[in-house]
């Protein structure tokens, strides 16, 4: 029997080599107190924002086609032509100074009264566009019908005059700043544009920048 009793008495001290092990092994919730010791030291990285979005390069902007530029004898005509190939919002308006170098008039009259009879005549034809010339100098009572960046949009807009019965007016040279209209047209096919350009060849077709 005194196996068994050696047996009982290594069970026994092995199981009290246990218990003072256990409790003087540390404790895990006293370790996460202990990490947390200095938890108020701890900062919180925001997020990166996003980087900005890289500038589109000059070269894949959008790209329209300036078409013009028109006074105002033209610009009923253009906006007609405009409206038969039903460009729609593709085409808009927009305002461009120009230096124009000719123009179309009735040269000076006699006399103011003389020039209000001429202008009331061209009323009666059908001409509501002109503009009369009353500073002094060499251009006083002079009626100006419309002023154009080329000798040939001149010449086209006193043939219209002549077939309205207009034959007083004539074309001149004569260098100024004004504003006209151009149009701005986005999206239109080759044909479009030919049609534009066979209708009126003295106007500019051009690439520009959408704006």
Known sequence: MRWVFLLLLAVNVGFGVFVYLRDKAPNPDAQLVALQMNADKVQIVPPRPAPAPAPVPASVRATCVEWGSFGAGDLTRAQGALDRIALGARARRAEVGVTAGYWVYVPPLRSQAAMERKAAELRNLGVDEYFQILDPGRWRYAIS???????????????????MGVRSATVGEREQRMTQTAFLISEAT???LADLRNEFPGSELRAVECR
């Open 145 to 163: 019908l419309g002023v154009f960046r080329s000798e040939e949009g001149a010449t086209r807009y006193l043939a219209q005059l002549r077939q």
């Open 190 to 192: 080759d044909e479009e």
